[in-house]
């Protein structure tokens, strides 16, 4: 593989020719641009119409968990924190909103921190370029609103609390995030900061709060379904706007050299930006005008071929936070009377799915691991342990797209050319690592890998469920027994063949059959 600075690969990623067929690439927003301003301005003012600001709005409560011990800031502070993490957006976005309230209630400057670590799991740089670009842009837009943007090196647990102190901030409040690293950062910072500074958190990702959703493990979307749907009166609601703070901060942040801040993370630079997904709130809204007028008409009925574009595509900026997915419902939902059928189907995946995904992430410790399978689907992987594997694959090959067969190869290059593959295609991929590994945990192990290295939208809850799904059996039933699989549920190219035009994604991807040889 050849290395490239994060600026030619930025340079490349502009000046890269569209393809002519409807690739990922190929996503065309550019057209729907002129009118953009007019679509963000009525949704700011609706925005307006709700509140004039967070201090006039009654905030629901249910959205935040106090972490700390303390809970009442106190009367001699300087300053309110917002310890941005999984949700990097200005406007929609509750945990932003509460720090604002709290800042607006006791009369003192807004910050904002964002800690950058140097290494995340497996992320490449084309994540980091996806978040940090973003920040860039989050950090623009806070200085419109007087309110001062940090980029902090280090997690929120090493160079939070410290900075707290330093500059005598009277209440920290941070978004959410079920998965075990960013709970990590939460512990951490619990125990340093100083023991008058209450940590709140608020679930900014997620509509129905995770904690009120359930209080449980759910087995299925099925069991949460109804859990969801009957809260969404209380919580599919219009946000406030965030609005310039009146309070002023005495200290200017730090100078941020962005380029700098991708460049020095420990991150693969062979797997760089993609020309398809831009970073930032704006190329979201771009991205979701597109999905409304183009593709929502076509997605009950389009959007398991991989053939078609009619998915949102807004997985990348959902995982990132740089638009809320309660922005896009309230959107969507505006076209229920028109296209009820695919409204619905969107705001199931949306909302049903994805928040079963931090469900099972925030009450299953083993979300990654085959531990965390039922009974079940444990005992029926072990029984067939030893079966014998067709083809056996390493990482390697795999990475490469080096197998016998060219739909799974087509797969695997969109993944590591685009950044992202069409979802369908997520599951024959990720059931097809379990036949072709020797082991159940190499399969999840290697999907997992593959989906956090190269996919924009990886290390999401979503991803280590859509993987435990495919591998074990997570939020599904016992199917036929069969070699390898047991009951887990079987996926094949045949199949495939019945649900589109696999020779034309075929053609699109270039995937080759690779002469097999085993490399165990
Ligand atoms: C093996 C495997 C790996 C996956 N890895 C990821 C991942 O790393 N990140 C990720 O966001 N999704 C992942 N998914 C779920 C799903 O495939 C993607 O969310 C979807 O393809 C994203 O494309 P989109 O935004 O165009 O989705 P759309 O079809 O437009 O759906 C809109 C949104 O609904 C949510 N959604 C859709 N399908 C699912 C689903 N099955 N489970 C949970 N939420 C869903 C997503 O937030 C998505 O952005 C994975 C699925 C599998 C089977």
Redesign the pocket.
């Given at each position: 593989m050849r290395f490239f600075s994060i600026k030619t690969f930025c340079k490349m990623a502009s000046a890269a020719k569209k393809p002519k067929l409807s690739t990922l690439a190929s996503v065309n927003t550019e057209e729907t641009t002129t009118d953009l301003n007019s679509f963000m301005q009525k949704i700011q003012a609706k925005r307006e119409e709700t509140a004039e600001s967070i201090l006039h709005y009654k905030f629901n409560r249910k959205r935040l968990r106090i972490i700390s011990q303390e809970q009442t800031v106190s009367d001699n502070c300087e300053g309110i924190v917002y310890w941005m993490s999984r949700d990097s957006r200005v406007q929609d976005n509750w945990a932003f909103l509460f720090a604002q309230k709290l800042a607006l209630k006791n009369e003192v400057p807004l910050h904002v921190c964002f800690c950058l670590i140097s290494k995340y799991l497996d992320a490449s740089v084309r994540q980091f370029h996806f978040l940090v670009k973003g920040l860039e842009k989050v950090a623009a837009e806070c200085k419109k609103l007087n309110i001062s943007f940090h980029l902090l090196e280090g997690s929120g647990a090493e160079a939070l609390p410290q900075w707290v102190a330093d500059h005598k901030i009277g209440a920290v409040v941070c978004d959410f995030n079920p998965l075990r690293v960013p709970l990590g950062w939460l512990e951490g910072c619990k125990k340093k900061l100083k023991k008058d500074v209450p940590l709140i958190q608020v679930d900014a990702h997620n509509i129905v709060p995770c904690w009120e959703a359930s209080d449980k493990q759910e087995y299925s979307a099925r069991t949460i379904r109804n859990k969801i749907n009957s809260k969404l009166s209380e919580y599919l609601t219009d946000f406030p706007p965030l609005i310039k703070h009146p309070f002023t901060s005495k200290f200017e942040p730090e100078p941020i050299d962005w380029d700098e801040a991708i460049e020095s993370r420990e991150a693969d630079k062979s797997v760089g930006p993609v020309n398809w997904a831009r970073p930032g709130y704006d190329e979201a809204m771009k991205m979701l005008k597109s999905f409304i007028e183009k593709r929502l008409k076509i997605f009950s009925s389009k959007?398991n071929d991989p053939t078609q574009d009619a998915?949102?595509?807004?997985?990348p900026w959902?995982?990132f936070g740089q638009i809320s997915v309660q922005r896009v419902a309230l959107c969507v939902q505006e076209y229920k009377t028109k296209h009820t059928e695919c409204v619905n189907a969107?705001l199931e995946?949306?909302i049903v799915?994805?928040e079963l995904?931090d469900n099972f992430c925030f009450y299953c410790e083993h979300y990654d691991s085959i531990k965390g399978a039922s009974n079940w689907a444990q005992k029926t992987l072990d029984d067939h342990r030893k079966d014998k594997r067709t083809h056996i694959y390493s990482l390697e090959q795999l990475s490469k797209a080096e197998t016998h067969d060219e739909l799974w190869n087509s797969a695997q290059l969109q993944l590591v050319k685009e950044g992202k593959m069409h979802?369908f295609l997520?599951?024959y991929?990720?059931k097809k690592i379990l036949e072709w590994t020797s082991t159940p945990e190499d399969a999840l192990r290697y999907?997992i890998y593959l989906?956090d290295h190269y996919?924009i939208?990886?290390r999401?809850p979503?991803?280590y469920?859509?993987?435990m799904?495919?591998t074990c059996g997570i939020h599904d039933q016992g199917w036929a027994e069969r070699t390898v699989f047991g009951k887990i549920r079987y996926m094949n190219y045949d199949g495939c063949k019945r649900k589109f035009n696999v020779a034309a994604f075929v053609a699109r991807y270039g995937g080759k059959v690779h002469k097999y040889t085993s490399k165990k």
């Open positions: 959007r998915c949102s595509n807004l997985s959902f995982h969107f995946e949306a799915r994805r995904a979802g997520r599951m991929w990720c999907s989906n996919s939208d990886g999401d979503n991803g469920v859509g993987c799904w495919s």
